[in-house]
């Protein structure tokens, strides 16, 4: 079972940066996806970014060239930096992940969350204009 702990969210004002942290328990897989997904009140979640274990990274059309999604393996942490903030970006975030038999290929994994399996808690992110 993989355990996912988000951590970082707070206030920001639109323009500025904030960047969330994704502690995951250690877990052994050779494939696997990792994502940062969001859900503002009265929406549906979405998805924000992924990650697979290449490090071929996805992104929402949405965050396109303002937010980054990175690992850093030898602490089992994934980040995500957002830039350039708007108050459409307010959400709780979730740090997801999904696990793959055995190996596969580069491919970029979704930014569904139908496609995950593991969820963290979520970090609230407010964004004031």
């Known amino acids: 079972q993989v355990q996912l702990m988000e951590s970082g969210g707070g206030p920001v004002q639109a323009g500025g940066s904030l960047r969330l942290s994704c502690a995951a328990s250690?877990?052994?897989?050779?494939?696997?996806?990792m994502g940062w997904f969001r859900q503002a009140p009265g929406k549906e979640r979405e998805g924000v970014a992924s990650i697979n274990n290449y490090g071929t990274t996805n992104y929402a059309d949405s965050v396109k060239g303002r937010f980054t999604v990175s690992p850093d393996n030898a602490k089992n942490t994934l980040y995500l930096q957002m830039n350039s903030m708007k108050p459409e970006d307010a959400a709780t975030y979730y740090c997801?992940?999904?696990?793959?038999?055995?190996?596969?290929?580069?491919?970029?994994?979704?930014?569904?969350?139908?496609?995950?399996?593991?969820w963290g808690q979520g970090t609230q992110v407010t964004v004031s204009s």
């Open positions: 997801a992940a999904k696990i793959f038999p055995g190996f596969l290929g580069n491919v970029a994994c979704p930014v569904l969350p139908g496609n995950y399996n593991h």
């Open positions: 250690r877990f052994t897989a050779n494939t696997y996806c």
